[in-house]
């Protein structure tokens, strides 16, 4: 396994004046190479986590290192680190070649060397007949590049990127999260990215640190965030989801009986389950099926069909329990019409593993 690239421990930072801790006691571990996403709602502290990492930000407590190396009170400039912030932040009255070369050119490096260099940046973010336009005749994806190639041309061990496609149109935005990625396996630099967007952060990452409120609240790839989240926040923030509440009436081996909000009764694996207790599981819509009638081994609850929309790949249906819940359930269009149509009573099936017990 490759080592540590970017370790926080027990980090804490509060801004005086404010009530709650921006950041509150985050550790994380970031291996070498690795694309991961800080990904959480506004506020969630961030943007405060990746500027501690660059050294913008002192934490109050904890500990910051870089490929093993403790840098909490050293500088931001003594980092092997480089940041990509969401409006570029170009030099406005260089060309793309001065832009791009700024770094190298501080370090007072031989023309040619740095001509070569920045060449072969701008060839890396498909740049390299751009050299000498100005910013402002670049579009919103152009300058975005250039920003990504000035950032890396100095071989940070780390890039941190800061919502970098924030101000990109959707089709753009999307394009470009490809290509970062196809770019950082190329080039290997480790990437700790930073958005509000979880399907940017799915699309994207190899692992996900999911946030709320200053904390750290689950970390995994993003197959592991999106099939077993532990929470009802990760579940509710991490694309679409149907969350049950109930109580165990009863455990055997491996099942555990629960009886949901109203009244009937559904079989939950058995993880630790004693009668009496309330859970809380999630299903994703997807993973429902509307039937006539329920079949052999799958989980199921009777419904009333409420109302359908029809969204191209999957055709969305919303349907209620007896006591009014609604529930949403995705399935590829095509089938679900027909049973509409001559089958308002229904039901909702799944298999037993897609029911997600979550902590509340
Ligand atoms: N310099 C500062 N002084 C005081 N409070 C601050 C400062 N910077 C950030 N905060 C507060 O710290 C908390 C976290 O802010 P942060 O910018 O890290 O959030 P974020 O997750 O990046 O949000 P967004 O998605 O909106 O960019 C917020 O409540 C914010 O108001
Ligand atoms: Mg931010």
Known sequence: MADSMVKL???????SGEKDAAVNDISLDIKEGEFITILGPSGCGKTTTLRIIAGFEQADSGSVLI??????????????????FQN??????MDVFDNVAFGLTLKKLPKSEIRKRVMEMLKNV?????????????SGGQKQRVAIARAIINNPKVLLLDEPLGALDLKLRKQMQIELKHMQKKIGITFVFVTHDQEEAMTMSDRIFVMNNGQLVQSGTPEE?????????VADFIGETNIFE???SETHENIATVKISNGQTINLKNENMVPGRAVCFAIRPERLKLKSSPEGGDSYLSINLKERTYKGSVLKTVVSLSDGREVIVNEPAGEGYKLFDTCPKAYITWKPDNAVVIAS
């Open 9 to 15: 421990v027990h980090v804490v930072k509060k801004f």
């Open 67 to 84: 490929d093993g190396k403790d840098v909490t009170s050293i500088p931001p400039y003594k980092r092997s680190v480089n940041t990509v």
């Open 88 to 93: 570029y932040a170009l030099f406005p009255h």
């Open 126 to 138: 498909q740049m390299e007949s751009y050299e000498n336009r100005m910013p402002d005749q670049l």
């Open 225 to 233: 965030i999106y099939e077993k989240p532990r929470t009802r926040f």
């Open 246 to 248: 109930g109580v165990v």
